[in-house]
């Protein structure tokens, strides 16, 4: 079992930077491939960002926050990140952290295990 905690989330205005982070217990944290998948009010959860096991070397990210989020990770912390700067109205959701018992993940259906979600709000 995996389990996951994000933080990080707040209001902020748009052009603004937050980091979220994402702490993970209970398994080997180098072995999962890692994501970060969003939920605005009335869609469905959506991709964000991946990044895969171990060293982290690929990651991939949605057209949408393509050259704006950077997701990292830290194995020694247990701990992924999700740098999001020239924060957009339209970026406003619940951000949610997930684990992956494989290599590589991008789809949701892909993903083991999920956090509770860290709401971030961008205002106009």
């Known amino acids: 079992q995996v389990q996951l905690v994000e933080s990080g989330g707040g209001l902020v205005q748009a052009g603004g930077s937050l980091r979220l982070s994402c702490v993970a217990s209970?398994?080997?944290?180098?072995?999962?491939?890692m994501g970060w998948f969003r939920q605005a009010p009335g869609k469905e959860r959506e991709f964000a960002a991946a990044i895969s096991w171990w060293t982290g070397s690929r990651t991939s990210y949605a057209d949408s926050v393509k050259g704006r989020f950077t997701i990292s990770r830290d194995n020694a912390k247990n701990t992924v990140y999700l740098q999001m700067n020239s924060l957009k109205p339209e970026d406003t959701a619940v951000y949610y952290c997930?684990?992956?018992?494989?290599?590589?993940?991008?789809?949701?259906?892909?993903?083991?295990?999920w956090g509770q979600g860290t709401q971030v709000t961008v205002s106009s």
């Open positions: 997930a684990a992956a018992q494989r290599s590589w993940a991008t789809m949701r259906a892909e993903y083991d295990y």
């Open positions: 209970g398994s080997t944290f180098s072995s999962k491939a």
